[in-house]
């Protein structure tokens, strides 16, 4: 089997999320927006998709770097078609970035999936056939009734637990929200979500990396005092002596990371090597796709360390479900205003769907299992 054409089409729908100034989501009235299709077709016919932004498909960067590393070659050898797209990031990053590799990478497991007549979770190990989600919350607002105080994130978790969730993941305020960050507002979001809940569901807090080292103990020592389960990204991640100072000086609070830091798998590698955090963070969209992500939870399991997955969507679900030392889905972002459950207008069906008992089953759609409507994104192209 060989790859004859890779394509993609941009194409138009509505999203009800708004973006403040510094590019946090939050509820909004419904507005036009734009997705991508990207696509690799086989000389059989196969196909593999990936739904990615708009800029990820540049023409520029499809014919100077994707299609000269794809068309001709064996769909089969994904991670061997990674590399060969990789090693342009050298001199080229700022073209080729990480979410163009994860695009190709998605991609090629959906074809390889659907060529072998098997879901991707099970071609990467099938360990879990159904895995327990974890609400992950929006940041916080000023929108009354919604996220923009402790007590609104209390009520809206106590719905998240009624409605089968037995993990709950806080995103506090953030810029530009008036005040944010602020270590004690969202200390009191945390205790508020822990008296409410109880003490028999699991809790998290993303700071999203705005604190101080002080900040950052502070908060964390609170967190202990909570059971919170874990922590991810209170500080920057470019300095990682940074987090294997916070790591040693929290006893009784995981330290989750890092998310958001270059360098894939190799960074991952060095962050536990050197005691920097005690869970490691993957994400098909923050490490360059599957093949990245298998090796960072694969390199976790040798020492005995959980694996927890970034973000929603069929490839990080994937993931959670091939591997053996993934907790966790992170399913959002959620909030009391939006309607997770409803398809996108290029949906026939969400990518994790959830039952009520809180967990995402897998399916056994061949290739990634999302479901499209390829008419809809075909009557819609721009």
């Known amino acids: 089997m060989r790859i004859e054409t890779v394509t993609a089409k941009v194409f138009r729908h509505s999203s009800t999320i708004a973006r403040d100034s510094d590019g946090h989501g939050h509820p909004g009235p419904a507005v036009p927006a734009s997705s991508a299709l990207f696509t690799i077709t086989s000389y059989t016919g196969v196909q593999g998709h990936a739904l990615t932004r708009a800029p990820d498909v540049d023409p520029a960067v499809l014919d100077r770097f994707v299609r000269p590393n794809l068309i001709g070659q064996d769909p089969l050898r994904a991670d061997k078609l990674w590399y060969g797209i990789y090693k342009w ?27 072998s007549g098997q879901p991707v979770w099970k071609l990467l190990g099938g360990h879990k056939d159904k895995v327990p989600a974890y609400a992950s919350t929006m940041c916080g ?35 530009p ?33 705005f604190y101080s080292r002080s900040d950052a103990l502070w908060l964390g020592q609170r967190l202990e005092a909570l059971d919170f389960l874990w922590m991810e990204e209170p500080m920057e991640e470019a300095s990682m002596s940074s987090y294997q100072w916070l ?13 958001t830091a270059a360098g894939k798998h190799w960074t991952r590698g060095e962050w536990v090597r050197n005691g920097a955090c005690d869970m490691v963070r993957t994400g098909v969209w923050d490490v360059g796709g599957i ?15 959980s694996c927890e997955v970034h973000g929603t969507g069929a490839g990080n679900l994937a993931v959670a479900a091939g591997v ?17 459950e409803a398809p ?30 390829f008419d809809y994104i075909d009557a819609n192209l721009i």
């Open 141 to 175: 607002d000023d929108l009354p009734g919604g996220l923009a105080t402790p007590d609104d994130y209390a009520r809206y978790a106590e719905w998240l637990v009624q409605r089968g969730y037995k993990a709950i993941k806080l995103h506090g305020w953030m810029p």
């Open 344 to 373: 996108k207008e290029y949906q026939l069906r969400i990518d994790d769907e959830m039952d009520s008992d809180g967990y995402v089953n897998l399916r056994d759609m061949p290739g990634l299992g999302q479901d499209l409507d």
């Open 324 to 340: 053996p030392n993934c907790t966790y889905y992170e399913r959002g972002l959620l909030h009391p205003f939006l309607d997770y």
């Open 177 to 209: 929200m008036p005040g944010a960050p602020d270590v004690r507002k969202d200390a009191a979001a945390c205790a508020a979500v822990r008296e409410a809940v109880g003490p028999d569901i699991r809790l998290m807090l993303d700071p999203h990396h």
């Open 89 to 115: 990031q050298r001199l080229s990053g700022g073209l080729l970035t990480d979410r163009v590799l994860a695009m190709v990478d998605l991609a090629l497991w959906d074809l390889i999936g659907k060529a």
């Open 291 to 305: 093949n990245p992500s298998l090796k960072i939870a694969h390199m976790a399991e040798c020492f005995h360390i």
């Open 247 to 259: 790591s040693s000086n929290l006893t009784r609070l995981n330290i989750l990371g890092p998310e």
